[in-house]
Protein backbone atom coordinates (compact mmCIF):
# COMPACT_ATOMS: atom_id res chain seq x y z
CA UNK A 1 0.00 0.00 0.00
CA UNK A 2 1.30 3.46 -0.93
CA UNK A 3 2.09 6.31 1.78
CA UNK A 4 -0.31 9.16 0.62
CA UNK A 5 1.58 12.30 -0.36
CA UNK A 6 1.73 14.62 2.20
CA UNK A 7 2.14 18.41 0.57
CA UNK A 8 5.00 20.30 2.00
CA UNK A 9 3.94 23.55 0.12
CA UNK A 10 2.32 27.12 1.42
CA UNK A 11 -0.90 26.64 1.66
CA UNK A 12 -1.77 29.44 -0.45
CA UNK A 13 0.52 32.06 -2.96
CA UNK A 14 -0.69 34.85 -1.94
CA UNK A 15 -0.19 37.32 -5.67
CA UNK A 16 -0.60 40.84 -6.52
CA UNK A 17 -2.13 41.96 -9.82
CA UNK A 18 -1.57 45.06 -11.82
CA UNK A 19 -3.91 46.67 -14.57
CA UNK A 20 -2.25 49.10 -16.18
CA UNK A 21 -4.50 51.47 -18.15
CA UNK A 22 -2.18 52.29 -21.28
CA UNK A 23 -3.63 52.52 -23.85
CA UNK A 24 -2.10 50.83 -27.00
CA UNK A 25 -3.77 52.73 -29.56
CA UNK A 26 -1.63 55.95 -28.25
CA UNK A 27 1.52 54.27 -26.96
CA UNK A 28 3.11 53.34 -30.38
CA UNK A 29 2.10 55.64 -33.18
CA UNK A 30 5.69 55.80 -35.44
CA UNK A 31 7.62 53.35 -33.27
CA UNK A 32 8.12 50.43 -30.93
CA UNK A 33 8.53 52.93 -27.81
CA UNK A 34 6.06 54.31 -25.64
CA UNK A 35 4.84 57.79 -26.09
CA UNK A 36 6.05 60.28 -23.47
CA UNK A 37 2.86 60.64 -22.42
CA UNK A 38 1.89 56.99 -22.04
CA UNK A 39 5.14 56.04 -20.48
CA UNK A 40 4.45 58.74 -17.61
CA UNK A 41 1.08 57.39 -16.81
CA UNK A 42 2.61 53.54 -16.69
CA UNK A 43 5.25 54.51 -14.56
CA UNK A 44 2.57 56.95 -12.10
CA UNK A 45 0.45 53.66 -12.25
CA UNK A 46 3.20 51.56 -11.17
CA UNK A 47 4.30 53.24 -8.65
CA UNK A 48 1.41 54.52 -6.50
CA UNK A 49 0.08 50.56 -6.74
CA UNK A 50 3.38 49.28 -5.67
CA UNK A 51 3.02 51.67 -2.49
CA UNK A 52 -0.62 50.40 -2.23
CA UNK A 53 1.22 46.93 -2.31
CA UNK A 54 3.77 48.02 0.51
CA UNK A 55 0.60 48.11 3.05
CA UNK A 56 0.29 44.11 2.94
CA UNK A 57 1.23 42.33 5.77
CA UNK A 58 3.15 40.19 4.31
CA UNK A 59 3.81 41.48 1.05
CA UNK A 60 2.32 39.47 -2.24
CA UNK A 61 4.83 36.91 -2.68
CA UNK A 62 4.87 37.74 -6.68
CA UNK A 63 3.46 41.04 -8.25
CA UNK A 64 2.45 40.75 -12.28
CA UNK A 65 1.80 43.03 -14.83
CA UNK A 66 0.62 42.88 -18.07
CA UNK A 67 2.27 42.43 -21.52
CA UNK A 68 4.13 45.79 -22.56
CA UNK A 69 2.96 47.84 -19.29
CA UNK A 70 6.61 48.97 -18.33
CA UNK A 71 9.21 50.95 -20.30
CA UNK A 72 12.48 49.68 -20.44
CA UNK A 73 13.92 52.97 -19.10
CA UNK A 74 12.13 51.79 -15.48
CA UNK A 75 13.71 48.58 -15.32
CA UNK A 76 16.33 49.69 -12.63
CA UNK A 77 13.81 51.07 -11.09
CA UNK A 78 11.26 47.86 -11.10
CA UNK A 79 14.21 46.08 -9.79
CA UNK A 80 15.09 47.97 -6.98
CA UNK A 81 11.11 48.51 -6.25
CA UNK A 82 11.12 44.52 -5.93
CA UNK A 83 14.34 44.59 -3.95
CA UNK A 84 12.68 46.40 -1.30
CA UNK A 85 9.10 44.78 -1.14
CA UNK A 86 10.65 41.57 -1.03
CA UNK A 87 8.36 39.74 -3.96
CA UNK A 88 9.22 38.51 -6.87
CA UNK A 89 8.05 40.57 -10.15
CA UNK A 90 6.94 39.17 -13.00
CA UNK A 91 6.80 42.80 -15.50
CA UNK A 92 5.66 43.03 -19.00
CA UNK A 93 8.35 44.91 -20.65
CA UNK A 94 8.06 47.57 -23.90
CA UNK A 95 9.58 46.73 -27.00
CA UNK A 96 13.09 45.72 -26.64
CA UNK A 97 15.63 46.10 -29.85
CA UNK A 98 17.30 43.19 -31.32
CA UNK A 99 20.30 42.24 -32.98
CA UNK A 100 19.24 43.64 -36.80
CA UNK A 101 17.77 46.59 -37.85
CA UNK A 102 13.94 47.13 -37.23
CA UNK A 103 14.29 44.11 -34.86
CA UNK A 104 12.65 44.29 -31.83
CA UNK A 105 11.64 41.57 -28.77
CA UNK A 106 8.29 41.65 -26.58
CA UNK A 107 9.42 39.91 -23.11
CA UNK A 108 8.67 39.44 -19.35
CA UNK A 109 11.39 40.80 -17.33
CA UNK A 110 10.97 38.04 -13.98
CA UNK A 111 13.28 39.79 -10.70
CA UNK A 112 14.16 37.73 -8.07
CA UNK A 113 14.74 39.93 -5.13
CA UNK A 114 18.23 39.12 -2.77
CA UNK A 115 15.60 38.38 -0.06
CA UNK A 116 12.14 36.65 -0.64
CA UNK A 117 9.67 35.58 1.75
CA UNK A 118 12.08 36.05 4.04
CA UNK A 119 14.83 34.07 3.01
CA UNK A 120 18.57 35.20 1.22
CA UNK A 121 17.85 34.16 -2.51
CA UNK A 122 21.33 35.41 -3.86
CA UNK A 123 24.01 38.46 -3.12
CA UNK A 124 21.93 40.34 -5.42
CA UNK A 125 18.28 41.09 -7.33
CA UNK A 126 18.78 39.24 -10.34
CA UNK A 127 16.58 39.09 -13.60
CA UNK A 128 15.80 36.73 -16.33
CA UNK A 129 14.16 37.81 -19.90
CA UNK A 130 10.87 35.41 -20.91
CA UNK A 131 10.65 35.77 -24.08
CA UNK A 132 7.66 35.92 -26.22
CA UNK A 133 7.60 33.27 -29.04
CA UNK A 134 4.51 33.97 -31.64
CA UNK A 135 3.11 37.93 -32.22
CA UNK A 136 -0.35 37.79 -32.38
CA UNK A 137 -1.46 38.60 -36.13
CA UNK A 138 -2.31 42.40 -35.26
CA UNK A 139 0.68 42.91 -33.33
CA UNK A 140 2.70 41.61 -36.33
CA UNK A 141 0.85 43.50 -39.16
CA UNK A 142 1.55 47.21 -36.58
CA UNK A 143 5.35 46.22 -36.58
CA UNK A 144 5.04 45.53 -40.05
CA UNK A 145 3.50 48.77 -40.44
CA UNK A 146 6.07 50.67 -39.13
CA UNK A 147 8.85 48.33 -41.25
CA UNK A 148 9.76 46.84 -37.93
CA UNK A 149 9.58 42.99 -37.47
CA UNK A 150 9.29 40.66 -34.29
CA UNK A 151 12.05 38.28 -33.40
CA UNK A 152 10.51 35.22 -31.66
CA UNK A 153 11.95 33.85 -28.60
CA UNK A 154 11.20 29.74 -28.66
CA UNK A 155 11.96 29.05 -25.31
CA UNK A 156 9.15 27.64 -22.71
CA UNK A 157 10.54 28.24 -19.04
CA UNK A 158 9.53 26.37 -15.77
CA UNK A 159 10.28 28.08 -12.98
CA UNK A 160 10.80 26.16 -9.18
CA UNK A 161 9.46 28.01 -6.60
CA UNK A 162 9.79 26.10 -3.97
CA UNK A 163 7.31 25.76 -1.23
CA UNK A 164 4.90 28.00 -3.42
CA UNK A 165 5.15 25.72 -6.18
CA UNK A 166 6.39 25.28 -9.80
CA UNK A 167 5.02 27.28 -12.69
CA UNK A 168 4.95 29.12 -16.01
CA UNK A 169 5.07 32.20 -17.86
CA UNK A 170 3.24 32.78 -21.03
CA UNK A 171 3.48 36.33 -22.94
CA UNK A 172 -0.58 36.73 -24.27
CA UNK A 173 -0.78 34.66 -27.69
CA UNK A 174 1.31 32.12 -26.81
CA UNK A 175 -1.55 31.02 -24.26
CA UNK A 176 -3.14 29.48 -27.36
CA UNK A 177 -0.15 27.46 -27.98
CA UNK A 178 -1.49 23.74 -27.80
CA UNK A 179 2.08 21.99 -27.38
CA UNK A 180 3.28 24.87 -24.72
CA UNK A 181 0.21 23.51 -22.52
CA UNK A 182 1.24 19.73 -23.11
CA UNK A 183 4.86 20.43 -22.11
CA UNK A 184 3.36 22.15 -18.64
CA UNK A 185 0.82 19.61 -17.85
CA UNK A 186 2.10 17.42 -14.72
CA UNK A 187 4.68 20.04 -13.92
CA UNK A 188 3.30 23.00 -12.92
CA UNK A 189 0.68 24.19 -9.93
CA UNK A 190 0.65 28.06 -11.46
CA UNK A 191 0.70 29.32 -15.27
CA UNK A 192 1.04 33.28 -15.48
CA UNK A 193 0.08 34.59 -18.84
CA UNK A 194 0.41 38.56 -19.26
CA UNK A 195 -1.89 39.72 -21.65
CA UNK A 196 -2.76 42.80 -24.36
CA UNK A 197 -5.76 41.40 -25.39
CA UNK A 198 -8.59 42.71 -26.39
CA UNK A 199 -10.86 39.57 -26.46
CA UNK A 200 -10.83 39.00 -22.77
CA UNK A 201 -14.16 36.56 -23.16
CA UNK A 202 -12.30 33.90 -25.09
CA UNK A 203 -9.31 33.99 -22.73
CA UNK A 204 -11.27 33.76 -20.02
CA UNK A 205 -12.68 30.48 -21.56
CA UNK A 206 -8.74 29.33 -22.45
CA UNK A 207 -8.27 29.82 -19.25
CA UNK A 208 -11.01 27.44 -17.46
CA UNK A 209 -9.96 24.83 -20.32
CA UNK A 210 -6.30 25.25 -19.74
CA UNK A 211 -7.03 25.23 -15.62
CA UNK A 212 -8.96 21.86 -15.74
CA UNK A 213 -6.59 20.34 -18.65
CA UNK A 214 -3.06 21.49 -17.14
CA UNK A 215 -4.93 20.88 -13.20
CA UNK A 216 -2.94 23.99 -12.46
CA UNK A 217 -4.15 27.38 -11.23
CA UNK A 218 -4.50 30.25 -14.49
CA UNK A 219 -3.83 33.60 -13.70
CA UNK A 220 -4.72 36.45 -16.66
CA UNK A 221 -3.30 39.78 -16.12
CA UNK A 222 -4.48 42.04 -18.78
CA UNK A 223 -3.97 45.11 -20.01
CA UNK A 224 -6.09 47.79 -18.00
CA UNK A 225 -7.55 49.34 -21.09
CA UNK A 226 -9.23 46.22 -22.32
CA UNK A 227 -9.65 44.93 -18.88
CA UNK A 228 -9.95 40.94 -18.20
CA UNK A 229 -7.59 40.02 -15.73
CA UNK A 230 -8.99 36.48 -14.39
CA UNK A 231 -7.74 33.90 -11.61
CA UNK A 232 -9.03 30.10 -11.73
CA UNK A 233 -8.33 27.53 -10.05
CA UNK A 234 -9.95 23.40 -10.47
CA UNK A 235 -12.31 23.30 -7.67
CA UNK A 236 -14.70 20.87 -7.53
CA UNK A 237 -17.64 23.77 -7.22
CA UNK A 238 -18.32 26.32 -9.70
CA UNK A 239 -18.65 28.79 -7.25
CA UNK A 240 -14.84 28.73 -6.12
CA UNK A 241 -13.48 28.34 -9.28
CA UNK A 242 -12.93 31.95 -10.34
CA UNK A 243 -11.07 33.30 -7.71
CA UNK A 244 -10.68 36.63 -9.25
CA UNK A 245 -11.98 38.63 -12.45
CA UNK A 246 -12.02 41.92 -13.13
CA UNK A 247 -14.49 43.48 -16.27
CA UNK A 248 -14.34 46.77 -17.64
CA UNK A 249 -12.16 48.89 -19.90
CA UNK A 250 -10.34 51.54 -19.24
CA UNK A 251 -9.96 51.03 -15.92
CA UNK A 252 -6.41 50.90 -13.78
CA UNK A 253 -6.47 48.72 -10.48
CA UNK A 254 -4.65 46.49 -8.44
CA UNK A 255 -5.58 43.41 -6.81
CA UNK A 256 -3.99 41.01 -4.22
CA UNK A 257 -5.61 37.41 -4.19
CA UNK A 258 -4.50 34.16 -2.93
CA UNK A 259 -4.35 30.95 -4.84
CA UNK A 260 -4.24 27.46 -3.37
CA UNK A 261 -0.91 25.36 -3.62
CA UNK A 262 -0.65 22.44 -0.87
CA UNK A 263 -3.84 21.35 -1.24
CA UNK A 264 -3.99 21.60 -5.14
CA UNK A 265 -0.44 19.86 -4.94
CA UNK A 266 -1.60 16.76 -3.20
CA UNK A 267 -4.60 16.39 -5.19
CA UNK A 268 -2.03 16.52 -8.45
CA UNK A 269 0.06 13.26 -6.58
CA UNK A 270 -3.72 11.39 -6.01
CA UNK A 271 -3.68 12.20 -2.13
CA UNK A 272 -7.19 13.71 -2.40
CA UNK A 273 -8.12 16.65 -0.08
CA UNK A 274 -12.09 16.61 0.68
CA UNK A 275 -14.46 19.34 2.48
CA UNK A 276 -17.89 18.04 3.80
CA UNK A 277 -17.24 15.01 2.53
CA UNK A 278 -16.25 15.40 -0.85
CA UNK A 279 -12.93 16.41 -3.02
CA UNK A 280 -12.23 19.66 -2.95
CA UNK A 281 -11.19 19.71 -6.53
CA UNK A 282 -12.44 18.37 -9.95
CA UNK A 283 -10.95 14.82 -10.98
CA UNK A 284 -8.09 14.79 -12.86
CA UNK A 285 -8.24 14.68 -16.41
CA UNK A 286 -7.40 11.53 -18.35
CA UNK A 287 -3.92 10.38 -18.38
CA UNK A 288 -2.48 13.21 -15.90
CA UNK A 289 0.80 12.30 -13.76
CA UNK A 290 2.80 14.98 -11.86
CA UNK A 291 6.09 14.11 -12.54
CA UNK A 292 9.54 15.39 -12.51
CA UNK A 293 10.14 17.65 -15.44
CA UNK A 294 12.32 16.13 -18.14
CA UNK A 295 13.40 19.28 -20.06
CA UNK A 296 15.77 21.69 -18.30
CA UNK A 297 14.75 25.06 -18.67
CA UNK A 298 14.31 25.73 -15.20
CA UNK A 299 15.08 28.33 -12.91
CA UNK A 300 15.28 28.00 -9.24
CA UNK A 301 13.94 30.33 -7.33
Not at 242 to 260: F, K, N, R
Request: aromatic letters at 8%; a neutral charge.
Amino acid sequence: MTTPHVSSLEEKLKIGLIQTSLDPAAAWVTNTKMTACEEERAIIEIRSFFATFHQEEPPPHIIVLPELAVPTGFEAKLRTMATKMESVVIAGFDYRDGNSAGQVHNDALLIVPRVWRGKKMGAKTTTRRIGKTYPAPEEKKKLQAISCSFKEDPSVWLLDGGDIGSFGVMVCYDFLDLERIAMYRGKVHHLFILALNKDATSFRHVAEAVARMAFCNVIICNCGHYGGSLAVSPYRLPERRTIYQHSGAGLATAQVIEVPVSKLDEHQHLNYPQSDGVNLFKSLPPGYVFAAPLYRHIVDL
